[in-house]
């Protein structure tokens, strides 16, 4: 008879202790690469360095750059880079979803405007290319170049889905693929690039698959946790008519001429409660915290 084993719970912080140097100077070299002399990109920065988050992307090409046995010092400032990417993404992504909250504080565009959002994203890519360039390596350059576009070509996939409803789990998979757990691959895969192919390879994998459960915990905190534990109001995914996989696993108990066709008139009408909890009811059992549908 098998025995369950209960892992000890790990915080980030944990995990981020053998580079936690470097993930200060990582700050220093954010901002640096943004800097500009113009007042309102300055004071765009400025907020958008109290947004950075945890550091989760940088943690990783470090990480990666550790195992991988590299010594290079240009490892942090292409921590720093993926970062940038990062936070262009999410002025771009909020954005373009009207979001008024980002890690619990104003976004960009409920800030400023949505003009300024959308020229501060730019900005920033623009400033990571210009970095990538500096260091004189076609590598991390070409590595993150396609990053950057299957990210965007994810975003458009979104939101291009006419049936959102008809959205299967495969859909779901390539999407967060392109969107999310790209950029965790490639970050895997810049740390170790003075690594041999097969270990390059492996982080990068590795960093796929870490994105993608990454994304589907958070679509899952979604509808279970509240605005004080994700820091964005509770049911966003909904309300902005996105199918993640909690909605695919409550519709694919339901038949579609019966709860399925609720489903549709709620969303239809923006009755989002009333909705939530119906999912919250069909999906209860099917979803796990450790990832897909049992």
Do not use: W
Not at 88 to 112: K, W
Request: hydrophobic share 45%.
């Amino acid at each position: 008879m098998s025995q369950q084993v209960a892992l000890p719970r790990v915080a980030l912080r944990d995990v981020q202790l053998p580079v936690a140097a470097e993930l200060e100077q990582v700050v220093d070299e954010l901002r640096r690469i943004i800097a500009a002399d113009f007042p309102i990109i300055s004071e765009v920065n400025e907020h958008l360095l109290r947004m950075k988050g945890k550091l989760f992307r940088p943690t990783l090409l470090l990480l990666s750059h550790r195992a991988a046995g590299g010594d290079d010092a240009r490892a942090v400032t292409l921590a720093a880079v993926v970062e940038l990417i990062h936070l262009a993404t999410l002025v771009h992504d909020d954005s373009v979803d009207h979001s008024a909250l980002r890690r619990g504080l104003p976004t960009i565009n409920a800030l400023f405007s949505h003009q300024i959002a959308v020229i501060m994203g730019d900005y920033l890519y623009s400033r990571a290319i210009i970095e990538l360039v500096r260091l004189d390596d076609p590598t991390p350059l070409r590595v993150l170049a396609r990053v950057t576009n299957e990210m965007t070509v994810g975003e458009m996939r979104q939101l291009e889905a006419h049936d959102k409803l008809a959205y299967g789990e495969a859909d779901y998979d390539q999407l967060i693929r392109a969107k999310t757990a790209s950029l965790l691959s490639g970050a895997c895969e810049v740390g170790a690039l003075t690594a041999a192919p097969a270990y390059r390879q492996a982080l990068a994998r590795f960093g796929m698959l870490l994105g993608m459960a990454f994304q589907i915990t958070d679509d899952l905190l979604d509808y279970t946790q509240p605005e004080a534990v994700t820091g964005k109001p509770s049911g966003l995914d909904l309300r902005e008519h996105k199918v993640t996989l909690p909605l695919i696993a409550a519709l694919a108990r339901m038949p579609a001429d019966g709860e399925g066709r609720v489903v549709a008139e709620l969303m239809a009408a923006d009755q989002m409660p009333s909705l939530k909890q119906l999912l919250q009811e069909q999906a209860a059992g099917r979803i796990t915290m450790g990832g897909r549908l049992q």
